[in-house]
Each structure stands twice: as structure tokens, then as C-alpha cells.
């Protein structure tokens, strides 16, 4: 089987152009050097720096960077099991397990006794839902020894003792950490809580703070209470917005690199001293890079025994101490970044810092779950929020099944193309049936899949078995989509299912490519194929290679199969080829079959009576049509039913969708 890698379609005699973005949005990926000199400045236009602007998809990477990075790296509970929980005993007792754990808080979860401590074992991942998940009046506490754990997307809130603004009555912090190693903070937002909002403690190392938002405090975030020059510490693209202090305070850090941070807002009370920005203490070696100050007193300073080098630093209505002495260290001899100008801080760091809404659960394959399955099987029933398995390139010979109760899933292959990352086995109807054939089974609600190849590699000329049929891909799933993804096989190589014959399902396919031979597009679900190539391949005859589709629609469901905006090809000899016939499922009088080809290209290969009967059912009883099909396999004759301009306003992708809910996945861009 052959298999044309990534082409999207436009549609017959459309043009597609690139729009050039302008203003924020073409600046929120900048990674061009530093600004130059500090000095009181306005932003320039973000826009300026597009041309140099990678993908926006690592501000949201579920890999660490910087520090914690290093040494083995950071990768929480990965390989654990996955959940979700709503109330403060769930969370304590997966935070405090000994075996690994991605926990995910969906919701608020109201902390009590006021200001207690949530305790974080080694190994786990605590990440938001989405923009919504919350601690509230409570703290996250790694103890002594913890190591490996991110946490994410969160906001941590409202432990704050009315009248003590110095903190002094009780250590209610955000996240307080003790000699721990390995620890990525990213993502959260913290505000308005008893003492310091993020306190790094007592020699922990391998530290990685970004895309936070530090608000409505007094003393932000603390690193030391040591004598011993231990930590390493990454700080980026945090917000400090209305705190007065420790943004950060940087005391004994062998190495503390902040870049692209944005301090605004300062609390202005008048004192001296104990208002500032960033501060090296201490024996520390601090870099800072291309930040953005703006109306902070004391933007940066150091202690005579510390070492800070500045560069690239915009300062706006600034006083005070800007210190910078010593050669302090070179991040670079430790590992990759990119800085984003300074000038666009404001803005990037605004839009991008904080929990969200697209942040999700991520579960690497092979690196966290050796196999798919393995990631699906983690993924908790009744998942409400999704969770992305991003599948590395290879071949994956196994069969993958999503059970209903695992909603909410998007695969993710990770190559440059769809066909770097295959799910693939190579089982016929012989052996189990046609369901059990099937190389992928989603069963589950809205699973999206992208950049994928499915395949049944079963060699049906090899062999010769009554049972023949071979899918590559099953679903019996509503809301279910396929983007960039390609689907191999000769017969029955895609079916779109529903669970039942009255119960509706719907299939999006967009940006594809799918070969076969006989019937190898069938079923009962609602399903359009938009903007794909479907290859028809030859089986050696000169009059009947096959059928595309073979639709079991039920009688009152107005909407089977659309094939819009997409092109048929074959190597097939002419007139060889049916576009299709009306499959009744054991006899079953109300499935009558309904197929529109619009919009689309038929090669020679199709006869020019396209449709044909099936199993004693006449084709002519099916609801068949084109519209506006072309290429030198259309035409328009007494078996070739043509929908009219009126009728054909009622067929369109939006209605075949639409449903009862309104669900638009054509609606949505990448």
C-alpha cells in the first residue's frame, strides 16, 4: 500500500493565501537577542520581529526548560496514573502517595483548616483544568527530599491574615519547598496569600519558575534560607503585578537566571528599602535578560559579596538602585533558550502568563507510557477535560481501543509528517470479525485525532479467507475528528459507526488521505471528508475494482456521507470503480443509505454509472447524489443523480455537523 504524505486541498477554483499577522499576535513567538541598553522606552511594535518567530507551541510545551531540565530532568508523575480531583481529600491523599500521580484540580478546592498545607510527594504532576482549577486557602509543602514534581496551571489564592501585610502572624504560603530537587512552576497564578507567595528553601536545586503570575502581595518569592551556594534556578516570563518585595529575593543561588520577566505595578508605600525588584544576596551569581521594569523602585540590585550581570533590560519610570557588577555566569554553558525582545514583554508576558485554557494534560508515548494503550488506559473514566497523548514518531504495531468511558482524548503525532507516526497491526474479519479487525476502536466521545497514519496491513492477496475485511480505523464515538491523518487499507478500511442504528454519531475528517478498495468508507454515522485525497486502488480488474463507499445511514437521519472539497484519485482502469452502494446490515429495512460527492474530483476510474445495488437492495432506493463533482470520472446522466442549487444549500458541512448541540469542528483552525 502506498500512502501520499501531507497535502491539504484547496477547493476547485479556490485560491488559498497565507494572511500575514500584525501587532500581538505575530510577535507572541519573537525569539530574536535582546533590546539593547536600559533605558526609559516605549514598546515598539511587536510586530516588528514577526519574520523571526517560531512556533507559539512552546509557551505551552509540557517540557520543562532551564534548570530543571538538567541533571535527568523534570517529569513529574508521567507514567502514572491519571486524576481528577474536586475536594481536598482526593487531592491530599494522591499529593502525599508514594507512587506516581498526574492530578488534575478541577474546579476550586476550598482548603481547611485555613491556611493548612497540602502535602506533594516525589514523582507527581498537579496541574489545572483548563483556566478554572484552584487552591483556595491553602498551601502546596514539599518536604525534605521531595523531587520530581510540576505544577501547573493553577491558581493558588486567599490565605492572607487581614491586617498582616508583613506576613509575620502565620507562613501561609503558596508553595513552600525545602531541600527538594527537580521542580517546575509554570503557569500559575498566585495572589493575596498569608506570607510569601513561592519560597524555595534550604539548598533545593534544579529549579525552573515560568509564565507565572505573582499579585496583590507583599513579599513575592523568596529563594535561600541557606549559608550553603547550592540552588539553580531558572525565573522567565513571570508577571510580578502589585507586589512590593522578593521578585525575587536571591539569596546563595550558585546560578539564578531571570529572563523576559515583566515587573509593573509596584506597591508604592514609601519605604526606602524593602521595596524593590530583584535582588542578589548573598553569594549568589544572578543573569537577568531582556525584563521589562516598569514603575518599580530599586529594579535590580546586589549585595557587594554577589555578582549580577544585566543586559538587554528595558526600564520605565524607574528609581533607585540598578546594580550590576561581577561576570557572574554564562546560561548558555548550561543550556538552550531563546529571549524574546524586551519590548514585547509587556505584552507577551500578559497574554501568555497564568493558567491557560489550552494548557492540558499531556502523556508522552513512548517516553512516559510505553505503548497508546498504555496512555489511554491511565486517562480516567469519565474525563471532562482533555488529555493529549502525544505519540513520538515510529511504527506502533498494536491494536489501540478508547472505551466510552474515556472522553475527551486528542492523539497527537509528533513527526514533521503524518506518516513519521503509524498505529498499524494487520488483523482480517477472519479472526474476530470486522470490529475485531480493526486496528484503532474510538468508542469514547470528542477524540480528536492529528498527524497520524492508521493502518491495517493485512495482505488480503496473500491469503484467501471468507472473512477478508481489514479496518484500520473503527468509531462509534460522537463528535469525533481527524485532522492531517491518513488510513490504509484495501477492504472495510474506515468505518464510521454509531452505537446504535437510531443513535447519531458524527465523524469530522479534514486535510486526509484514505485508500481502499471495496467499501472501504462505510457505515451509519454521520461523516464528511473534506479537503482530502481518497485513493481507489486497482485489484487487477477492467470492470469492477471496488466501491468508495457503502453508507448504512438511518432513514431519519437526513445526513450520511459528504465528501466535499476533496479529490479521488486512482491508477484503476477506467469505468472500474463505484462511488458506491447501499449497505442494510443484516437485511435491516431502515438503513437506507445517504451519500453526497461535492465539490469534488473524480478520476476516469469511476463508471460512469457510478452507483450499484447491494445484497438485493436497489441503489436507486438509497439517497445518492453529486453536486458540481468534476474531472473526467463526473458527469451528469439518468444514473448519476445531481442535487439541485436549492437542495444542495441544505447539504453543507456546517448542517451534516451541526447536530442538536451546534457542534462546528469546520469552524475551527489550527
Not at 497535502?7 to 513567538?29: D, E, H, N
Amino acid at each position: 500500500m502506498t500512502h501520499l504524505h501531507s497535502k491539504r486541498l484547496p477547493g476547485p477554483g479556490l485560491g488559498r493565501t497565507l494572511a500575514a499577522v500584525v501587532g500581538l499576535v505575530a510577535a507572541l513567538t519573537l525569539g530574536a537577542v535582546g533590546q539593547a541598553k536600559a533605558a526609559d522606552a516605549e514598546p515598539k511594535a511587536l510586530s516588528e520581529a514577526a519574520s523571526k518567530t517560531p512556533s507559539t507551541m512552546d509557551r505551552w510545551s509540557d517540557q520543562p526548560h532551564g534548570f530543571a531540565s538538567l541533571d535527568g530532568g523534570t517529569t513529574g508523575g508521567a507514567g502514572g496514573k491519571v486524576v481528577t480531583v474536586t475536594d481536598q481529600a482526593s487531592l491530599a491523599k494522591y499529593a502525599a502517595a508514594e507512587e506516581p500521580y498526574v492530578i488534575r484540580v478541577s474546579g476550586a478546592v476550598a482548603v481547611e483548616p485555613f491556611g493548612s498545607d497540602i502535602v506533594v510527594a516525589s514523582n507527581k504532576t498537579i496541574t489545572g483544568v483548563g483556566d478554572t482549577g484552584e487552591i483556595v486557602h491553602g498551601e502546596l509543602h514539599l518536604n525534605p527530599g521531595t523531587h520530581n514534581v510540576i505544577i501547573r496551571n493553577l491558581t493558588i489564592r486567599d490565605s492572607y491574615v487581614e491586617g498582616d501585610w508583613a506576613g509575620k502572624t502565620q507562613d501561609f504560603d503558596a508553595i513552600q519547598m525545602d531541600t527538594v530537587d527537580h521542580v517546575w512552576i509554570d503557569h500559575n497564578r498566585f495572589t493575596h496569600m498569608g506570607d510569601g507567595l513561592l519560597d524555595i528553601r534550604k539548598d533545593s536545586q534544579y529549579i525552573t519558575v515560568s509564565y507565572n503570575q505573582f499579585t496583590n502581595h507583599n513579599k513575592a518569592f523568596g529563594i535561600g534560607w541557606t549559608a550553603n551556594v547550592k540552588t539553580q534556578i531558572t525565573i522567565d516570563h513571570n508577571w510580578f503585578n502589585g507586589t512590593k518585595q522578593r521578585n525575587p529575593s536571591a539569596d546563595n543561588c550558585a546560578y539564578a537566571h531571570l529572563y523576559n520577566n515583566y515587573l509593573s505595578a509596584q506597591v508604592a508605600d514609601g519605604d526606602p528599602v524593602w521595596t524593590y525588584g530583584n535582588w542578589s544576596r548573598g553569594q549568589t551569581k544572578m543573569v537577568i535578560e531582556n525584563s521589562y521594569y516598569d514603575g518599580v523602585q530599586h529594579p535590580y540590585q546586589a549585595d557587594a559579596t554577589a555578582e549580577l550581570v544585566q543586559r538587554g533590560s528595558i526600564l520605565k519610570n524607574t528609581t533607585g538602585r540598578h546594580d550590576a557588577w561581577g561576570t557572574a555566569f554564562d546560561p548558555h554553558d548550561f543550556y538552550a533558550y531563546r529571549l524574546d525582545p524586551a519590548a514585547a514583554v509587556p505584552a507577551l508576558v500578559a497574554k501568555f502568563s497564568g493558567p491557560q485554557a489550552r494548557i492540558g494534560t499531556v502523556l508522552n508515548v513512548p517516553a512516559d507510557y510505553p505503548t497508546v494503550q498504555a496512555a489511554v488506559d491511565a486517562v480516567p473514566d469519565g474525563n471532562g477535560s482533555p488529555v493529549t497523548i502525544a505519540i513520538a514518531p515510529g511504527t506502533y504495531r498494536a491494536k489501540v481501543y478508547i472505551p466510552a468511558a474515556k472522553p475527551n482524548l486528542v492523539l497527537q503525532g509528533t513527526g514533521q509528517d503524518r506518516s513519521d507516526t503509524v498505529i498499524v497491526y494487520d488483523t482480517p474479519a477472519q479472526f474476530g470479525g470486522s470490529t475485531g479487525s480493526a486496528t484503532v476502536r474510538i468508542a469514547a466521545n470528542d477524540v480528536t485525532a492529528r498527524d497520524l497514519t492508521f493502518s491495517n496491513d493485512f495482505d488480503e492477496a496473500a491469503y484467501e479467507y471468507s472473512g477478508e475485511q481489514a479496518l484500520a480505523m473503527k468509531t462509534t464515538g460522537d463528535r469525533i475528528v481527524f485532522e492531517n491523518t491518513a488510513f490504509l487499507g484495501n477492504q472495510d478500511t474506515l468505518m464510521a459507526d454509531s452505537p446504535k442504528l437510531n443513535l447519531i454519531s458524527r465523524v469530522y475528517i479534514r486535510d486526509s488521505y484514505i485508500e481502499g478498495d471495496v467499501d472501504f468508507l462505510y457505515g451509519r454515522a454521520t461523516t464528511v471528508i473534506e479537503r482530502s485525497v481518497i485513493r481507489a486502488l486497482s485489484r487487477g480488474s477492467t470492470t469492477n475494482n471496488g466501491y468508495l463507499t457503502a453508507a448504512s445511514t438511518w432513514k431519519d437521519n437526513p445526513y450520511g456521507f459528504l465528501i466535499t472539497r476533496s479529490r479521488v484519485v486512482s491508477d484503476a482502469p477506467a469505468g472500474s470503480f463505484h462511488l458506491g452502494r447501499p449497505w442494510h446490515p443484516g437485511g435491516e429495512p431502515d438503513a437506507v443509505a445517504q451519500v453526497l460527492f461535492r465539490d469534488t474530483e473524480l478520476p476516469a476510474a469511476v463508471k460512469a454509472s457510478p452507483w450499484t445495488d447491494m445484497s438485493g437492495f436497489s441503489w436507486k432506493d438509497a439517497r445518492f447524489a453529486e453536486y458540481r463533482t468534476y474531472g473526467p470520472g463526473a458527469a451528469v446522466s439518468d444514473d448519476r443523480p445531481q442535487l439541485s442549487d436549492a437542495d444542495a444549500a441544505g447539504y453543507t458541512v456546517a448542517n451534516y455537523l451541526a447536530g442538536t448541540d451546534g457542534w462546528a469542528p469546520e469552524a475551527q483552525h489550527r
